[in-house]
C-alpha cells in the first residue's frame, strides 16, 4: 500500500482492509490449484526489445535467437509516451499499442518484421510471444503463504468523487489505444467541467490529440505511397553558385495532361523540405527559381510532384526517399578569406652543424691553418592555408653559411672557401587529397659571385598536422644540393616529433657528398606556439663526422 500511495499519491479511491484481504485469499487459492495440477503447464515469456533500425520497409529490433526467438512467432508494436497524472502531475510513462506483426526473420541478436503500413518508427517498442515450458511442481513440495496482518495495512484517505474516478480512469487506461483514451477523457470532462483537475487533463487531452495526429499522418504516409507519374523530362543540372539564385525547368511533353506541380526542395542534410509551385512558362515547361538564401554549401535536394487533370497526384522527378542532390560550390574568395582556424603559421628555426667534431687530422677541427667543415644557417617564413587545390602559400627567407666540404682536405691544395647566401622563396604547396600534397619552390638570392637562383621540390604523404612522410630534393646556387627524407609522427598531440637523413654536398657545390642524420623534438606548449629542439649527426666518411643542433619555433593561428 506504501507503494501505491508513493506512486499515485492521495488522489486514490478508498480500499478497505477487508477488500485486500479478500483479493489476497482469491489469489493465494488460485495459486495453490495451480501447483496442485500434476500436468505440464506453458509459461510463455514476452521479450521485449527495441526498434533499431527501419529501412526499405523493414523494422529491426534487438533481440533474436539468444532470447528464444523464432520466425512466425507473434509481435505486438508499441509507441513510448509520457502522460502526467491527472491529480498528481507527475510524469507517468506509458505505451500506446500500434499494431500487431509476426517476426520474419530470426538472427543471433537482431530479427526482422514487416510493418506493412503501421506508423512505425527506430525507439518503439516490440514484444514478442515465446511459448516455454514450465516443470510441475513435485509432488512433495510444499507452499508457503504469508499473509501480512491486518493492522499492517493502513487506511487510506478519502478524496472527492471526481478525483476518485479520474485516477480510476487514468488506471484503466494504462496500455490502451490513442482512440479509447480521448474518449474517455471527453466523457469525463463531460460531467466534471467544474472540478479543479479539468484544466489540466484539457492540457493532457490536446497533446493525445496532437499525438493522434502524428501517428495517422506516418500511417497514412506509409500506407499511400505517392505513385510514379511518367510526364516530366528533366536535365539535372551539375553544380549550382554559393548565395546566387537558382533556377529549374521541367519539361512537360504533353501539357494538357497535367495541371500544375510542385518543386519540394531543402539544403542538403535538412530533415525536412520546403514546397514551392511550379510556373508553367510557354508550351510545354515548368520552371522554378529558388532564393539565394537556400542555395548553399553542401547542395540541394529536390523532387517534383505533379497533378494531373484526371485528378491523380504523384512523383514525376526523383522522391521523398531518394531526391536529386545538386552540389553547390562556394564562391572560391569565400573558401579562402573565410575565417577558419590554424589558417597562418610563422616557422622560425637556425641551426650549426659540424662535420669535424669527431676528426683529429690536422688541419681539419678548425684550429689549425682553418680547415673547418661546418654550416650555420637561419630560415623564417610565413604560411597561409588556402584550403583549396592550391593548398597553402608560403613565402620566407634565409641565410646559409659555411665553409670547408671535403672529407679528405688537402692543406696544400685545398684552401677553404667561406661561402654565404642570402636568399628569399615562394612556395606553393598543391593538394591532391588530404593525405598527399606536392610542395614546389623558387628560391633567388645573393652570394659570394653575385645573383643566384634554385629551386626545391617535395612530395608529402599523409596528413599535414599528424604523421606523414616527405621526400624532398633542392639545390641552391653556390651552397649545392640537398636530398632529405624526414618522418614526422604525430603518435603524442602535444610533443610532435621527426627523424630525417639527408644527402647531399653543401655548403660547397664542388665538396664532397655528405650524410646528416636529424632528430626534432617539440613541445606544444600552447594550441598556437610549439618551441622545437634538434640535434643532428652528420659526416662526410666515418673519421670526417661532428654534431649539431638547432632551435625553432612556430606560431600557429
Known amino acids: 500500500m506504501a507503494e501505491i500511495r508513493r506512486k499515485y499519491g492521495t488522489a486514490i479511491a478508498e480500499v478497505t482492509v477487508a477488500d485486500v484481504t479478500a483479493v489476497v485469499t482469491a489469489l493465494v487459492t488460485a495459486f495453490i490449484t495451480l501447483a496442485a495440477s500434476t ?34 512467432l507473434p509481435a505486438r508494436i508499441k509507441r513510448p509516451i509520457e502522460l502526467k497524472h491527472p491529480v498528481t502531475g507527475k510524469p507517468v510513462a506509458d505505451e500506446l499499442p500500434l499494431g500487431e506483426l509476426t517476426v520474419a526473420v530470426v538472427g543471433e541478436h537482431l530479427s526482422m518484421l514487416v510493418p506493412r503500413g503501421l506508423p512505425v ?15 510441475p511442481l513435485a509432488g512433495d513440495a510444499t507452499l508457503v503463504v504469508v499473509v501480512a496482518p491486518e493492522a499492517a495495512l493502513p487506511s487510506l484517505p478519502v478524496v472527492d468523487a471526481a478525483s476518485r474516478e479520474a485516477v480510476a480512469l487514468f488506471t484503466a487506461q494504462a496500455g490502451t489505444g490513442i482512440d479509447e483514451r480521448i474518449a474517455g477523457w471527453e466523457e469525463w470532462l463531460g460531467t466534471h467541467a467544474a472540478s479543479p483537475l479539468a484544466p489540466g487533463i484539457r492540457t493532457e487531452l490536446e497533446r493525445l490529440r496532437v499525438l493522434r495526429r502524428e501517428i495517422v499522418i506516418e500511417e497514412g504516409a506509409r500506407a499511400a505511397v505517392a505513385p510514379s507519374i511518367d510526364a516530366v523530362r528533366h536535365s539535372v543540372p551539375s553544380r549550382a553558385r554559393q548565395q546566387t539564385p537558382f533556377t529549374l525547368a521541367f519539361v512537360i511533353p504533353e501539357l494538357a495532361q497535367v495541371a500544375t506541380g510542385w518543386l519540394h526542395y531543402r539544403k542538403s542534410g535538412d530533415a525536412t523540405f520546403r514546397r514551392l509551385e511550379l510556373t508553367p512558362e510557354g508550351d510545354g515547361y515548368l520552371r522554378a ?10 547542395g540541394l535536394d529536390y523532387f517534383v510532384e505533379v497533378l494531373t487533370r484526371g485528378g491523380l497526384v504523384g512523383v514525376a522527378v526523383g522522391s521523398a526517399e531518394q531526391p536529386i542532390f545538386v552540389p553547390v560550390d562556394a564562391p572560391i574568395t569565400s573558401r579562402i578569406f573565410t575565417e577558419r582556424r590554424n589558417r597562418s603559421r610563422i616557422s622560425l628555426i637556425g641551426s650549426l652543424r659540424d662535420f669535424a667534431t669527431f676528426d683529429s687530422r690536422t688541419g681539419t677541427d678548425g684550429t689549425d691553418a682553418a680547415y673547418g667543415d661546418r654550416i650555420a644557417s637561419f630560415e623564417a617564413d610565413f604560411l597561409y592555408r588556402l584550403y583549396t587545390r592550391l593548398h597553402g602559400i608560403r613565402v620566407g627567407f634565409g641565410v646559409l653559411s659555411g665553409e670547408g666540404g671535403n672529407a679528405n682536405p688537402d692543406p696544400m691544395n685545398d684552401t677553404p672557401r ?3 647566401f642570402n636568399y628569399a622563396y615562394t612556395e606553393l604547396e598543391f593538394r591532391t587529397s588530404k593525405r598527399m600534397a606536392v610542395l614546389a619552390r623558387a628560391v633567388a638570392g645573393v652570394g659570394r659571385t653575385g645573383l643566384g637562383f634554385g629551386a626545391e621540390g617535395r612530395l608529402r604523404l599523409g596528413p599535414e598536422e599528424g604523421t606523414n612522410l ?3 630534393v633542392s639545390s641552391i646556387a653556390e651552397t649545392g644540393f640537398l636530398s632529405e627524407l624526414v618522418l614526422q609522427w604525430a603518435v603524442f598531440h602535444s610533443i610532435p616529433l621527426g627523424f630525417g637523413i639527408a644527402v647531399g654536398d653543401q655548403p660547397n657545390p664542388f665538396g664532397d657528398l655528405g650524410v646528416r642524420f636529424t632528430a626534432d623534438i617539440g613541445f606544444r606548449v600552447v594550441p598556437w606556439m610549439t618551441p622545437t629542439i634538434q640535434v643532428s649527426y652528420q659526416g662526410r666518411s666515418l673519421e670526417h663526422s661532428g654534431v649539431g643542433a638547432g632551435l625553432g619555433m612556430v606560431f600557429d593561428w
Open 39 to 72: 500436468g505440464t503447464a506453458h509459461a510463455d515469456v514476452i521479450v521485449r526489445a527495441h526498434a533499431v533500425k527501419l529501412e526499405a520497409g523493414e523494422l529491426y529490433f534487438d533481440a533474436g535467437r539468444a532470447a528464444g526467438l523464432v520466425p512466425g
Open 289 to 298: 527559381e529558388l532564393p539565394a538564401e537556400v542555395v548553399e554549401d553542401p
Open 470 to 472: 616527405t621526400a624532398g
Open 121 to 135: 518508427r527506430e525507439g518503439d517498442v516490440v514484444e514478442v510471444l515465446v511459448p516455454r515450458e514450465e516443470k
Open 418 to 420: 667561406p661561402a654565404t
